[in-house]
């Protein structure tokens, strides 16, 4: 297991390295000028070569990475255009995506855990059919389409969410107020997030449930006259649910760079709304950093899943 | 995870992602286990009369991006202005006007040439890049196929739709830009499928006995190997371009796609229409939907069919 634990730790500084080559170039790649974007109006050709020289962007690129690299293990990112700086930016913004992740997850969690193992008791029942292809047509409803509609039905015909223009925090009021306040605003975007992985985790569980349902430990239970909604819920649900862990790592993982469509809609100051802000002004050290950022963010939720997947199942490791 | 480009790119990871789920992934309502053991015999299910409409759609888009600049449309570029802006249904416009003029339904005809192009173009670059390393990685093993393995799975964790994102708008969001940044997006995921599907093939005992008679290893590859992993591969094809048919909506959401009609760029111009009124994003939404379950249905049905061994899970 240590072993096991080694290896993967350094699988995971060897990847986190390429990632941050991976941003450096991609800046590069890019065509333009950094210092023309940020100086704007008093660009010149000696004043850019200021800039250049003040943050880094003269000489070889091996030299400019090695220069970012170290900047950015002090933990400074760099300068956006706007005169913030790039960390203040991203650690402001995290927040907002870290509540829509989790968020969004409850409440996939709270239609498909409940769905998957009612519909998992009669395989083929009226309930198991419609649920599958309901999840199923959801699953092929793409969240901007979802979000045009939603808003408009829910924000504008019918007041019942507050629309783009409302802070997502509000001060004042006390804590449970606020708290009350900031739940409903953000439950119309984190609903749209959640239709898409409820279809997933739904189809994940039920299939596993099904499954687990045949296993002889519940013939045994069964004969031991306990309840059906024990059965379900203490004795199927907890060996079915592994492969859902994994799926949601990888959701997780997915949803941090798949928020911009309910960010950019609904107006909330997140990371993703940030990058689309900073792609649109050629901010580019703001993209860079939050390339990065996310990236790592990324890799480490995977790696946390994969290490908590072994400790469930610890013949993983082994293998 | 969709959403798309979260959908998007939610979209591509997602449909991709859901393929990638490996054995667990569950199949749609025709997996059912019987609660009761029902005749071991493994008999390949039937397709059914919705994966024929499927079909059906799928072929009515085929000739409407075959023959869009035959058919009797107008323009999807001109403005009709005796018709007026947003204007119902009429004999003249069968889906009436968009928010300038335009006529829908020509719109319509043309966004879902867009669509497809650039979906199966971008397929078709990460299933030739992808696919083929996928096959050889799995099939020669060894140092090679460690350092492929570990370069994609760099490629995966790297935030693709960033990437993609800030890409295309530096460089401008032309339709050979998408079709080649979104097929080299895929090629890490496609290359992971394939890889695991040429693995569980590349075991089997009839491949040693293939490679024990003395065939090349061209022979095997392609004689043996390649026609068991076939109907994954097709499979993987028909999600890899729902996926990026939803990539392109999402960027259209964004204002990052072609500047000619597509799906997305009619879905999100009548949504970003101060006042729009839902009826005006039903055609284009419609015609996305229904793509996305016809492909998504479809692939999951042909792998279904020629792999009955995961049907009885």
Request: aromatic share 12%; net charge neutral; charged share 10%.
């Given at each position: 297991m240590a072993r096991y634990l080694l290896k993967r730790v350094a699988a995971l500084v060897g990847i986190i390295w390429i990632i941050s080559v991976l941003c450096f170039l991609l800046m590069h790649m890019l065509p333009g000028d950094p210092s023309q974007s940020v100086l704007g109006?008093?660009?010149t050709p000696a004043s850019g070569r200021i800039w250049d020289q003040q943050h880094g962007f003269t000489g070889s690129l091996i030299h400019q990475y090695w220069y970012w690299l170290q900047r950015v293990l002090e933990g400074n990112l760099g300068l956006s255009s706007s005169g913030q700086t790039v960390d203040s930016i991203i650690g402001g913004s995290f927040k907002i995506d870290l509540e829509l992740v989790l968020y969004s997850q409850i409440l996939s969690f709270l239609f498909a855990i409940p769905l998957a193992v009612y519909a998992a008791?009669?395989?083929?029942g009226a309930l198991d059919s419609s649920a599958t292809a309901g999840t199923f047509a959801f699953y092929c409803l793409p969240a901007f389409i979802l979000v045009i509609w939603l808003e408009q039905l829910l924000?504008?015909?019918?007041?019942v969410f507050p629309g783009?223009?409302?802070?997502a925090f509000p001060t004042g009021g006390g804590f449970f107020n606020e708290l009350m306040t900031n739940l409903h605003v953000m439950f119309l975007p984190s609903l749209i997030l959640a239709i898409g992985t409820t279809a997933v985790y739904y189809r994940l569980l039920r299939s596993e449930m099904a499954q687990t349902l045949q296993e002889e430990f519940i013939t045994v239970a069964r004969s031991k006259g306990l309840s059906n909604r024990r059965i379900l819920w203490?004795?199927?649900l907890r060996p079915s649910s592994i492969t859902l862990l994994t799926s949601t790592g990888n959701n997780v993982a997915l949803l941090i760079t798949g928020l911009f469509i309910v960010e950019v809609k609904f107006a909330l100051p997140g990371v993703d709304g940030d990058l689309i802000n900073a792609v649109r002004a050629k901010d580019y050290v703001l993209v860079q950093g939050i390339a990065l950022v996310t990236a790592i963010v990324v890799v480490v939720v995977n790696f946390a899943i994969d290490i908590i997947t072994t400790f469930v199942d610890p013949r993983i490791a082994r293998a | 995870m969709r959403d798309e480009v979260a959908a998007a790119y939610g979209g591509t990871t997602q449909t991709a992602h859901a393929a990638t789920n490996?054995?667990?992934?569950p199949d749609l309502?025709?997996?059912?286990?019987?609660a009761v053991p029902g005749p071991t015999t493994l008999r390949r299910p039937k397709f059914g009369v919705f994966f024929w409409i499927c079909i059906g759609w799928l072929a009515i888009l085929a000739f409407c991006t075959i023959f869009a600049g035959l058919l009797?449309?107008?323009?999807?570029?001109?403005?009709?202005?005796?018709?007026?802006?947003?204007?119902?249904?009429?004999w003249h416009h069968w889906l009436g006007t968009d928010?300038?003029?335009?006529d829908n339904l020509s719109r319509l005809v043309w966004g879902a040439r867009t669509s497809l192009i650039i979906g199966l173009l971008g397929t078709a670059i990460g299933m030739g890049i992808g696919g083929t390393l996928g096959m050889l990685s799995a099939y020669v093993r060894g140092r090679f196929d460690s350092a492929l393995s570990f370069s994609m799975y760099c490629g995966l964790a790297f935030p693709a739709i960033i990437a993609v994102i800030a890409i295309l708008s530096f460089w401008g969001s032309s339709e050979w830009h998408i079709i080649l940044v979104l097929g080299l997006f895929t090629v890490p995921l496609i290359y992971r499928l394939v890889r695991a599907a040429t693995l569980a093939t590349a075991t089997k005992e009839y491949i040693t006995a293939a490679k024990s008679q003395g065939a090349t290893s061209f022979r095997v590859l392609f004689h043996d190997v390649f026609p068991n992993v076939a109907p994954s591969l097709i499979a993987y094809t028909i999600f890899t371009l729902g996926g990026i048919i939803a990539v392109e909506g999402a960027l259209a959401f964004l204002g990052?796609?072609?500047?000619?009609?597509?799906w997305g760029n009619m879905i999100s111009d009548a949504g970003n229409?101060?006042?729009?009124?839902?009826p005006f994003i039903l055609g284009p939404a419609i015609a996305l939907f229904l793509t996305l379950i016809s492909l998504n249905f479809v692939g999951e049905r042909i792998r279904v069919h020629y792999d009955p061994g995961e049907v009885k899970l």
């Amino acid at each position: 297991m240590a072993r096991y634990l080694l290896k993967r730790v350094a699988a995971l500084v060897g990847i986190i390295w390429i990632i941050s080559v991976l941003c450096f170039l991609l800046m590069h790649m890019l065509p333009g000028d950094p210092s023309q974007s940020v100086l704007g109006f008093s660009w010149t050709p000696a004043s850019g070569r200021i800039w250049d020289q003040q943050h880094g962007f003269t000489g070889s690129l091996i030299h400019q990475y090695w220069y970012w690299l170290q900047r950015v293990l002090e933990g400074n990112l760099g300068l956006s255009s706007s005169g913030q700086t790039v960390d203040s930016i991203i650690g402001g913004s995290f927040k907002i995506d870290l509540e829509l992740v989790l968020y969004s997850q409850i409440l996939s969690f709270l239609f498909a855990i409940p769905l998957a193992v009612y519909a998992a008791r009669r395989p083929g029942g009226a309930l198991d059919s419609s649920a599958t292809a309901g999840t199923f047509a959801f699953y092929c409803l793409p969240a901007f389409i979802l979000v045009i509609w939603l808003e408009q039905l829910l924000t504008v015909t019918y007041h019942v969410f507050p629309g783009p223009s409302t802070t997502a925090f509000p001060t004042g009021g006390g804590f449970f107020n606020e708290l009350m306040t900031n739940l409903h605003v953000m439950f119309l975007p984190s609903l749209i997030l959640a239709i898409g992985t409820t279809a997933v985790y739904y189809r994940l569980l039920r299939s596993e449930m099904a499954q687990t349902l045949q296993e002889e430990f519940i013939t045994v239970a069964r004969s031991k006259g306990l309840s059906n909604r024990r059965i379900l819920w203490r004795h199927a649900l907890r060996p079915s649910s592994i492969t859902l862990l994994t799926s949601t790592g990888n959701n997780v993982a997915l949803l941090i760079t798949g928020l911009f469509i309910v960010e950019v809609k609904f107006a909330l100051p997140g990371v993703d709304g940030d990058l689309i802000n900073a792609v649109r002004a050629k901010d580019y050290v703001l993209v860079q950093g939050i390339a990065l950022v996310t990236a790592i963010v990324v890799v480490v939720v995977n790696f946390a899943i994969d290490i908590i997947t072994t400790f469930v199942d610890p013949r993983i490791a082994r293998a | 995870m969709r959403d798309e480009v979260a959908a998007a790119y939610g979209g591509t990871t997602q449909t991709a992602h859901a393929a990638t789920n490996g054995p667990g992934d569950p199949d749609l309502a025709s997996d059912i286990a019987p609660a009761v053991p029902g005749p071991t015999t493994l008999r390949r299910p039937k397709f059914g009369v919705f994966f024929w409409i499927c079909i059906g759609w799928l072929a009515i888009l085929a000739f409407c991006t075959i023959f869009a600049g035959l058919l009797p449309l107008q323009n999807p570029n001109n403005n009709d202005f005796a018709a007026g802006i947003n204007a119902g249904i009429s004999w003249h416009h069968w889906l009436g006007t968009d928010q300038i003029d335009r006529d829908n339904l020509s719109r319509l005809v043309w966004g879902a040439r867009t669509s497809l192009i650039i979906g199966l173009l971008g397929t078709a670059i990460g299933m030739g890049i992808g696919g083929t390393l996928g096959m050889l990685s799995a099939y020669v093993r060894g140092r090679f196929d460690s350092a492929l393995s570990f370069s994609m799975y760099c490629g995966l964790a790297f935030p693709a739709i960033i990437a993609v994102i800030a890409i295309l708008s530096f460089w401008g969001s032309s339709e050979w830009h998408i079709i080649l940044v979104l097929g080299l997006f895929t090629v890490p995921l496609i290359y992971r499928l394939v890889r695991a599907a040429t693995l569980a093939t590349a075991t089997k005992e009839y491949i040693t006995a293939a490679k024990s008679q003395g065939a090349t290893s061209f022979r095997v590859l392609f004689h043996d190997v390649f026609p068991n992993v076939a109907p994954s591969l097709i499979a993987y094809t028909i999600f890899t371009l729902g996926g990026i048919i939803a990539v392109e909506g999402a960027l259209a959401f964004l204002g990052l796609s072609v500047t000619g009609p597509s799906w997305g760029n009619m879905i999100s111009d009548a949504g970003n229409d101060v006042g729009v009124k839902l009826p005006f994003i039903l055609g284009p939404a419609i015609a996305l939907f229904l793509t996305l379950i016809s492909l998504n249905f479809v692939g999951e049905r042909i792998r279904v069919h020629y792999d009955p061994g995961e049907v009885k899970l």
